[in-house]
């Protein structure tokens, strides 16, 4: 008996750790899945985290390139106007030049060394030693001018260290004149422009990303990286895989431009923070703790069984009082329940354990001598029908459920077991059962379920990203070349369907001979044998990715060729798990590249001739349209000349009538005095006639003088680019004054007021042309079927070297059509009825080159038109070329 109980400890112990096995199964499983989603959730943040840095970089690139273009385009413009014309001026390259350096401040200085030798240099203050250097006399430089006139174009280099200070770019442009065929084109010298490294990489944007580490590198072919240009010089140690890296295609070199996080890359092979690993990691301890109270429950009855044995071995004077509670408790370990409740043969309850009001949290006075579904609490959706008629045929049922609404609002649910029990006699007397509360298994059951349905969510948000790329084929293999991923895209540009590719190798896709020869080709490179799949996929194994243009095979039999990319994918961990192809269709592409090649091989001769002959046709227009602009000025001077003519007809004649009777009068008074019969009041009156007569001539011959005066003044100055200082309004009256005899003849009125004050310098005659050009041109298309109408010019000052002249109408206006091509040369809407086309076209030419101004049309049908002319106050000095 001692014996006996000293093991009893012992297998109790042993029996309760192997009673709780599911337990720890259960924990087993969820701590895997659980895993298994950290796993997979760090593997898709490290390939967001991948996939957010090569689109920022693709942006800084594109950007990069950009800038490149923009600051070395003056070197191709230089180099076309040399070709064009043989050589070029200084006061062209510094006109170009001088643009090029405003628009884009990153470039330093520009020069163009003819026969290798620096003649032109801009800007020259800071670069004086430039000039008359001979690249030759430089071996760095003489280096690099050979390099680009051997091959004959653009050589990027950098970074140097420039003579002014700070590192920059050189761009060197070799230029060669073209000869008479078969002669090769002549070298004629270099043209090189040099930028500041700095400004350009900050002009790129590359110094704005901080959360970037940044690495600008030559390229040596393929991802290689070359000198360091620009950037964190601790990139280069790290291995290529640890890089995002892009191509730069700049003029004259091909640059490497690399990136990673400036903290690094998120490296965890687990991320148990996701929303799925908690929420399985909450189901999985929910299940176990479910698991644990049913076992836990399932031990208490057994030693409660246990003990009631031992009662009724010990009290057999006890058996006949026990035996119904033998029964009940006999039926609760069969069904391994919580609570007991027993009912009578009407099935209202006439027993239930205390246990139930614990879990159900409803008294059992309330119950007792109900039916179960008399309570008010039930909540729908329970078939009590089908559960009365398996009473009524007295079967037992087992875990039967329903649920309840507690008193404070939440949902129990609730399983039940009862089996029927009989008198001595057979007699129906009632039913007896178990029950428990599965409130807590339902809410697990319920957050795995929703648990399951995010997973499925996220993995068809992913199949849906690769099915909507329908422009590429997207083929992923393992390492074998079995096929697992075949895409919408894939399908839709080859005619196969997925299933029809599943497992199967990527080479049935590919035209086999295409493919032996380049199995061939690699076999020769690497001195072994390369076969099958390895042809794919060799170089991408070495170098991390490969492009190649490849022959596809539709289903249907039809070619295509594809830009295929072949990609070395990896896992987390760097171990190698496949490869992945992305197949761009550039069949189109290719069928137009061999058009234009035909084209141009073509139009290439055309060309030539076509330019000899658009060359003399347009020095011919040249010629021609200096006459026209010729011609239209003596046709303003000879409009101005006749009604400067008709102006003084009007005070000469009077001064001619009033001569002439003078004169006779002084003959009759001679006369009288000559006779000796003058008398005083006939002297008298002849004074008073003279006195008259002489300020009638005064005034005529005074109104004559002003009108010679400002026609000599404003015919010199339009026929002369007379530089002086002058007065506005006296240009303006001038103008008006000589316009007048022809505005006489017309109901319309001109008018004037101007607000500018103080001498302005610059050309007058110029001035003077505009204002009559607009004005005749106002006269003849402004009032076109009107009786009245006016014009008004008017001038104020909007800033200290700037002010604005108005001429404007309240005619009939400009429709859009007209009002588009008012300043175009040939345009007119009276062609053939006194329009040439060229008054307007003048009028812009000199605002905008001779005078330094500017000048807008404003008009719409019926509104009249308005001219603002924006001009300064000290005109730009001209420079004859």
């Given at each position: 008996m001692a014996e006996a109980v000293r093991h009893r400890p012992q297998r109790d112990w042993w029996a309760l750790g192997l009673g709780y096995w599911p337990v720890a199964l259960s924990l087993l499983l969820s701590l895997l899945v659980c895993a298994t989603l950290a796993r997979l959730d760090a593997r898709h943040s490290a390939e967001q985290e991948r996939q957010r840095v090569a689109e920022q970089l693709d942006l800084l690139r594109?950007?990069?390139?950009?800038?490149?273009?923009?600051?070395?385009?003056?070197?191709?413009?230089?180099?076309?106007?040399?070709?064009?014309?043989?050589?070029?001026?200084?006061?062209?390259?510094?006109m170009l030049t001088e643009k090029a350096i405003k628009l884009y401040p990153q470039v330093r200085s520009i020069a163009i060394a003819p026969d290798d030798v620096v003649r032109l240099v801009y800007p020259l203050p800071g670069n004086e030693r430039a000039l008359g250097l001979d690249y030759r006399s430089v071996p760095a430089q003489w280096r690099q001018v050979q390099q680009a006139r051997e091959s004959q174009a653009a050589l990027l280099v950098g970074p140097v260290q420039l003579v002014q200070g700070g590192q920059g770019l050189i761009l060197r442009n070799p230029v060669f004149l073209p000869s008479s065929p078969p002669a090769a084109p002549r070298y004629w010298g270099m043209v090189s422009v040099v930028a500041d490294l700095d400004r350009f990489m900050a002009d790129a944007g590359l110094g704005a990303h901080p959360e970037l580490g940044l690495l600008?590198?030559?390229?040596r072919g393929g991802k290689e990286a070359g000198p360091l240009i620009w950037g964190q010089s601790a990139l280069l140690k790290l291995p290529p895989r640890d890089l995002v890296q892009q191509r730069v295609q700049v003029p004259g070199a091909q640059w490497l431009l690399a990136a990673q996080p400036t903290d690094g890359w998120q490296d965890q092979p687990f991320r148990w923070q996701s929303a799925e690993v908690l929420a399985a990691a909450v189901a999985g301890g929910v299940l176990s703790l479910l698991l644990a109270l049913l076992v836990r429950q399932s031990r208490v009855l057994q030693q409660r069984n246990e003990t009631l044995a031992r009662e009724i071995q010990e009290g057999q004077q006890m058996r006949e009082q026990l035996e119904e509670s033998q029964a009940r408790f006999r039926s609760m370990a069969a069904l391994a329940s919580d609570w007991v409740w027993e009912q009578d043969e009407q099935l209202r309850f006439t027993y239930i354990s205390r246990i139930a009001e614990e879990a159900t949290e409803v008294q059992s006075s309330s119950v007792l001598g109900h039916h179960r579904w008399d309570s008010p609490a039930l909540l729908p959706g329970i078939d009590w029908e089908e559960h009365k008629a398996q009473l009524a045929r007295r079967e037992p049922f087992r875990d039967f459920e329903y649920a309840q609404r507690t008193p404070?609002?939440?949902?129990?649910?609730?399983?039940?077991?009862?089996?029927?029990?009989?008198?001595?006699?057979?007699?129906?007397?009632?039913?007896?059962?178990?029950?428990?509360?599965?409130?807590?298994?339902?809410?697990?059951?319920?957050?795995?379920?929703?648990?399951?349905?995010?997973?499925?969510?996220?993995?068809?948000?992913?199949?849906?990203?690769?099915?909507?790329?329908?422009?590429?084929?997207?083929?992923?293999?393992?390492?074998?070349?079995?096929?697992?991923?075949?895409?919408?895209?894939?399908?839709h540009m080859l005619g196969y369907a997925e299933a029809e590719l599943l497992g199967r190798s990527p080479a049935c896709l590919h035209d086999p001979q295409e493919v032996v020869q380049r199995a061939a080709e690699l076999s020769r490179l690497r001195g072994t044998t390369v076969e099958g799949f390895e042809t794919f996929v060799l170089l991408a194994r070495e170098l991390g990715s490969e492009t190649r243009e490849w022959t596809y095979l539709r289903k249907d039999g039809r070619r295509l060729w594809v830009s295929l990319s072949v990609s070395h994918v990896r896992g987390r961990d760097g171990q190698a798990i496949g490869y992945l192809g992305v197949a761009r269709d550039i069949t189109a592409q290719r069928a137009a590249e061999s058009e234009l090649r035909q084209l141009n091989a073509e139009l290439e001769s055309r060309v030539q001739q076509r330019t000899l002959e658009l060359r003399a046709a347009l020095q011919h227009l040249k010629d021609a349209q200096d006459g026209l602009l010729r011609s239209e000025k003596l046709a303003g001077l000879g409009s101005m000349v006749a009604g400067v003519a008709h102006e003084l007809?009007?005070?000469?004649?009077?001064?001619?009538?009033?001569?002439?009777?003078?004169?006779?009068?002084?003959?009759?008074?001679?006369?009288?005095?000559?006779?000796?019969?003058?008398?005083?009041?006939?002297?008298?009156?002849?004074?008073?006639?003279?006195?008259?007569?002489?300020?009638?001539?005064?005034?005529?011959?005074?109104?004559?003088?002003?009108?010679?005066?400002?026609?000599?003044?404003?015919?010199?100055?339009?026929?002369?680019?007379?530089?002086?200082?002058?007065?506005?309004d006296a240009v303006v009256g001038d103008v008006i004054s000589l316009l007048r005899a022809r505005w006489k003849t017309t109901p319309y009125l001109l008018e004037a007021e101007l607000a500018v004050e103080g001498p302005l310098e610059g050309y007058p005659g110029p001035l003077g042309q505009v204002l009559s050009n607009l004005l005749?041109?106002?006269?003849?298309?402004?009032?076109?079927?009107?009786?009245?109408?006016?014009v008004r010019i008017s001038a104020r000052s909007v800033s200290a070297s700037d002010y604005l002249l108005v001429v404007e109408d309240d005619g009939i206006g400009m429709s859009e059509e007209v009002r588009r091509r008012a300043f175009d040369p040939f345009f007119t809407t009276k062609m053939g009825r006194g329009g040439t086309g060229l008054g307007l076209n003048i009028v812009y030419n000199l605002v905008c080159t001779v005078l330094g101004g500017s000048i807008s049309l404003h008009s719409e049908p019926g509104q009249g038109s308005r001219f603002e002319i924006r001009l300064p106050k000290v005109a730009p000095i001209l420079t004859m070329v």
């Open positions: 594109s950007r990069l390139e950009l800038v490149a273009r923009n600051t070395f385009a003056p070197s191709q413009s230089l180099e076309a106007m040399i070709q064009l014309d043989g050589a070029i001026s200084e006061a062209r390259f510094a600008l590198t030559e390229s404070d609002g939440s949902v129990r649910h609730v399983s039940i077991s009862g089996v029927p029990f009989f008198d001595a006699e057979g007699r129906f007397k009632g039913y007896r059962g178990t029950g428990r509360s599965i409130t807590e298994a339902k809410e697990a059951e319920v957050a795995l379920r929703r648990s399951q349905q995010e997973l499925t969510v996220a993995r068809d948000r992913l199949q849906a990203v690769l099915d909507a790329a329908q422009e590429v084929a997207i083929i992923a293999t393992d390492m074998v070349g079995h096929i697992l991923l075949f895409n919408r895209g894939a399908e007809n009007t005070p000469l004649g009077n001064c001619l009538t009033t001569a002439s009777t003078l004169q006779e009068r002084t003959r009759e008074i001679r006369h009288e005095f000559d006779s000796g019969q003058m008398r005083r009041s006939t002297l008298d009156g002849y004074l008073q006639e003279a006195g008259q007569a002489c300020d009638i001539l005064l005034r005529g011959l005074d109104t004559a003088n002003d009108l010679v005066s400002h026609f000599k003044q404003l015919s010199v100055d339009q026929t002369s680019m007379q530089r002086r200082s002058y007065a506005l005749l041109n106002a006269l003849l298309h402004a009032f076109e079927g009107r009786e009245q109408g006016r």
